[in-house]
């Protein structure tokens, strides 16, 4: 896993765009024009392959944790919604965040993790509404809370990846 040479911003390139309020023919204009520009960088090789691993293992994962007791331990089954909240997650990561490791919780949430080291991780738990358990090990400095998926990863997790990668 690569580190990252600037802080984690917000905006992944292929998250939808937020609503906006405007009504006027330009506004609507402007809309189109962004959803073309975003639909290009989206095909870009560069784009694609930061999400693209991570989508296709959740895939997967999807096939893999389908059932219960799909890992002989008596785990859930994976809820479909949590791996549709996953995917709307790694859709709004930052380019220049590393792929996650994606695996299922036996809960039946969705889990990414980022490990540096033993000493340089965090795992985000994400939950079929959106919730986001976090938790990170920055060295000795810990990190941990509960966030809510909207239109943009929320900032306490953005930060905890940045200290995590850095």
Do not use: C
């Amino acid at each position: 896993m690569t580190v990252l040479a600037a802080p984690v911003k917000r905006g992944g390139l292929l998250f939808p765009l937020p609503p906006s309020d405007g009504v006027s023919p330009a506004a609507a204009g402007l809309r189109e024009i962004i959803q073309e520009a975003l639909s290009v960088l989206a095909m870009s090789i560069a784009v694609r392959r930061t999400a693209e691993a991570s989508i296709v293992e959740l895939r997967r994962l999807q096939r893999v944790a389908a059932e219960p007791n799909w890992d002989g331990y008596g785990a859930l089954a994976l809820d479909p919604r949590s791996a549709e909240q996953a995917l709307r997650f790694i859709q709004a990561l930052p380019t220049t965040v590393p792929v996650p490791d994606v695996s299922a919780d036996p809960d039946g949430e969705v889990d990414l993790l980022w490990q540096l080291d033993p000493t340089r991780t965090i795992s985000v738990s994400v939950g079929p509404n959106g919730r986001l358990t976090y938790a990170a090990l920055m060295g000795t400095a810990q990190s941990y809370g509960t966030e809510w998926l909207a239109n943009e990863i929320p900032q306490p997790i953005l930060d905890s990846l940045t200290r995590v990668l850095h």
